[in-house]
């Protein structure tokens, strides 16, 4: 073989990146926006390994949901790339190319799988996965790759939630076992020009340009609860620091569960939610000690544990004297009338949060999975409730990477727990109609701090006289209103309490009504 030639191709961002993943996995699949050059990056992929393979008879194939779409879509750059190899051969009646040393490229239609069937091969792209029957990956394709240990691309742009949709979730819960997934949006990669995407976006309706440019896979569905481009705002907003000097701070901890399972510690202050941090190994008494100097490094107005395994990381953060809220994931909802449970509550917490201008980690895992629930209504007979029966989707979720599940766990935890759905309007109106810096912060600490600690007081010792079947007396109710003063005055930074005993005297005197306020509030919500 001559080695002396050069394949016309110099791979870009984020080509290069995607070459990279697959070089180092056996599965890989590529979610990627129109445009971007996906077909050409994994073509010079499949030249490359069938020019390298050894033995004189390597298979691969490049398969399209129809063979003349195949054709029309690979063929012209098989032959432009493959065509400087000397010695390569081109067969139109076959839509195959001959590699000198023998490796073979033969283009296929998934709408034919017999023709894939009995057929051994070293390498497979599979283009436009979404429009393929799912039985030609399962049935046909996979077989075919067990001979010789071959290597599957999986490459597309999302269309609805089918094979390719399973496809990438179950390669992002496999990570590590030998699969890669990638996903590129149009608004990250830079490959079109903005100019052209905002034309884009006049030109084509809201779910087509949120599928092609920003692959949302609930683009189709109109039940999404959060939208792609939601999250997307979400992922692009940035503030610069006085923008959040003495906003509400709070810290969300994630303890591990089991295995290969990692603890993770997520810090929100104001409408910025900071980056994850995750720790591998530790055990629960470590592990809490990084979180007390956390607290003490950073002084939050409130720290937030998920329950679920977080027993001894609370319990060693409260015999260190820390107030620590436990977060139970999988209790009942607040608002019962409208959720299903405390999840679902949550995830439209969560939405109206993003709404109101809160700023995520850019994690494209993270969007995803922020964007794929979808919201039900609940019907039985004539029962149908006024607003709806929020519920998190059964499959949105499955088989999601543990990581992925810590960020959205901890980023809902300290975001909807810390802002509840309640006062999101209170908060908003304050926003707009103060103009003194100063004042719009401590009024707005103050809104958040009141509203956290009638929450806390309404789950732990509300809840807890209802469960045991005690009446909400005179005292009871004077006890929840002194606990919920008591926590709320916690909370307050020390500009705030400075802030209210020079305007008001105390800041009991000011707490007190919006204590009572919130309280006849939420009861009325609830």
């Not at 709806?388 to 979720?397: D, S």
Request: hydrophobic share 40%; aromatic share 10%.
């Amino acid at each position: 073989m001559n080695p002396d030639f050069v394949i016309p191709y110099s791979p870009r961002y984020p080509q290069r990146d995607i070459h990279e993943g697959i070089f180092k996995h056996r599965f890989s699949v590529i979610v990627a926006h129109r445009r971007m050059g996906k077909t050409v990056c994994v073509l010079n992929h499949l030249i490359r390994a069938a020019w390298l393979a050894q033995g004189g008879d390597g298979r691969f194939a490049y398969v399209a949901p129809y063979r003349n779409q195949a054709k029309a879509i690979a063929w012209d750059y098989i032959q432009r790339f493959a065509g400087v190899i000397p010695g390569a051969q081109f067969s139109e009646s076959d839509i195959e190319c001959r590699l000198p040393n023998g490796s073979r490229i033969r283009l296929y239609g998934a709408d034919n799988p017999d023709a894939l069937r009995g057929i051994y091969l070293d390498g497979v792209v599979l283009d436009e996965v979404a429009d393929m029957r799912p039985n030609v990956w399962g049935e046909i394709i996979r077989p075919a790759l067990s001979d010789r240990n071959g290597f599957a691309v999986f490459i597309g742009t999302p269309k609805g939630q089918n094979l390719f949709y399973d496809l990438y979730h179950g390669a992002i819960g496999a990570a590590g076992a030998g699969w890669y997934s990638a996903l590129y949006r149009a608004d990250e990669t830079g490959v079109i020009a903005p100019e052209e995407l905002d034309q884009a976006r006049e030109a084509m309706s809201d779910a087509q340009y949120r599928q092609e440019f920003l692959c949302d896979f609930s683009a189709a569905v109109d039940n999404a609860l959060i939208t792609i481009d939601l999250v997307s705002k979400a992922a692009r907003r940035q503030f610069l620091p006085h923008e959040i000097t003495g906003a509400p701070k709070a810290i969300g901890v994630d303890v591990a569960r089991y295995g290969d399972d990692r603890s993770a510690i997520c810090k929100r202050e104001g409408l910025l939610c900071h980056s994850v941090r995750p720790y591998a190994g530790l055990d629960n008494m470590i592990f809490a000690g990084i979180v007390a100097r956390e607290i003490e490094a950073w002084r939050p107005d409130a720290v937030f544990v998920d329950a679920g395994r977080g027993e001894g990381v609370i319990d060693r953060l409260r015999q260190l004297g820390f107030t620590v809220h436990e977060i139970n994931f999988g209790s009942q909802a607040i608002d019962s009338s409208r959720y299903a449970n405390k999840r679902s509550e949550m995830w439209d917490g969560m939405r109206e949060w993003l709404t109101q201008g809160g700023a995520i980690p850019n994690d494209s895992a993270l969007k995803s999975d922020l964007s794929a629930p979808v919201y039900a209504q609940e019907y039985g007979g004539r029962r149908a409730y006024r607003h709806g029966r929020v519920e998190e989707a059964v499959g949105g979720l499955r088989r999601r990477g543990m990581m992925q599940e810590i960020l959205v766990t901890l980023i809902q935890m300290i975001v909807v727990t810390i802002i509840p759905i309640a006062f999101a309007r209170v908060n908003s109106y304050i926003a707009e109609r103060i103009k003194c810096e100063k004042t719009e912060r401590m009024l707005l600490e103050m809104s958040d701090a009141v509203e956290t600690a009638v929450r806390f007081t309404s789950q732990t010792y509300t809840d807890a006289l209802k469960k045991s079947g005690k009446p909400l007396g005179k005292a009871a109710r004077e006890k929840a209103f002194e606990m919920a003063m008591n926590e709320t005055q916690k909370m307050l930074s020390h500009e705030a309490v400075g802030y209210l005993n020079k305007e008001y005297g105390s800041p009991a005197a000011y707490l007190a009504s919006h204590i009572e306020a919130a309280v006849k509030q939420q009861r009325c919500e609830g």
